[in-house]
Structures are given as C-alpha cells and as structure tokens.
C-alpha cells in the first residue's frame, strides 16, 4: 500500500482555476485517483513547502504555465471508503484561482492533455467530481475583485 492508499493522515493538497478571459484551463488526469478526467491542476504539497508554493509549482509542472499571487478559495475535502468502510484515499485540497493572461499551456507530468474551455463547454466532459462547482465559485470569485 502506497501512503496515498490507505493513509495513515489526510494528505494536503493544491488545486488551481486558472482563467484567460472567459476560459479556464483544464487537465486530462493520467494518475490516480479519476485517471482519464479532466480536473483542474494540482497536487501534493511536499514538505518544507506552503500550500501556495505548492500551487504554483504544480500549475508549473502540469502545464508550463507560471502563475503569480494565486487567490485561495476555499478547502475541498475527498474521503474515499472501500468495500468494508476503511477509509482508501483522503485528500485536503486547498482551492485556489489564478489569472494566465501569457503563455503556452503545455501538457507535463500528470497531465496527458490540456485545454482552455468556456463554462459552458464543462457539461460534455467527464470531469472529477466537483470541477464544474469549482469553475462556478472561482469564476464569481473572480468577477468580484474586479
């Protein structure tokens, strides 16, 4: 069993919306859990880092895009129980929305594909779980500040 099956503490994570106009980039998950799916960009925080660093990071590695000043959202959490109740995956993820307003996204590490998509074009994808409520929060979020 790997430490993100069956773990012995929720695991910490960073997810980003990241927005171009009226587009929010998205990227097609090529590891587990919900391999297959389009979600948004993220992944672990490693020790010594801030959740924030880790966003940054991780939008840097699955789509070669730099991001400045993400904006946190909210948590999210994921708890999964297998066929007995064990509790198989539990995640934290810190929500966080972004601009890119320059730059080539580029599919690297988890991500096998990645695109920018209008809202309404969510509703034809297979997606993890929460992505359209997510897009939905950080686009009003957005749309608040200005």
């Not at 587009?23 to 919900?34: D, E, F, N, V, Y």
């Not at 799916?37 to 925080?45: C, E, F, N």
Request: net charge negative.
């Amino acid at each position: 069993m790997s430490s993100r099956h069956y773990p012995q503490a929720p695991l910490l994570g960073a997810a980003v919306a990241i927005w171009r106009g009226d587009h929010i980039l998205l990227a097609k998950r090529t590891a587990g859990p919900s391999i297959g799916t389009w979600a948004m960009p993220g992944g672990l925080v490693e020790i010594g880092e801030t959740v924030t660093q880790a966003a940054i990071r991780e939008v840097k590695e699955e789509t070669a895009l730099d991001i400045v000043d993400p904006l946190f959202n909210r948590l999210h959490e994921i708890i999964s129980l297998d066929e007995d109740d064990f509790v198989e995956r539990h995640y934290v993820l810190a929500m966080f929305v972004a601009r890119s307003d320059a730059g080539e996204a580029i599919a690297g590490d988890d991500a096998g594909a990645v695109a920018w998509f209008e809202l309404e074009d969510l509703k034809g994808l297979h997606l993890t779980e929460h992505t359209i409520t997510f897009a939905h929060e950080s686009r009003k979020l957005l749309a608040a500040l200005g």
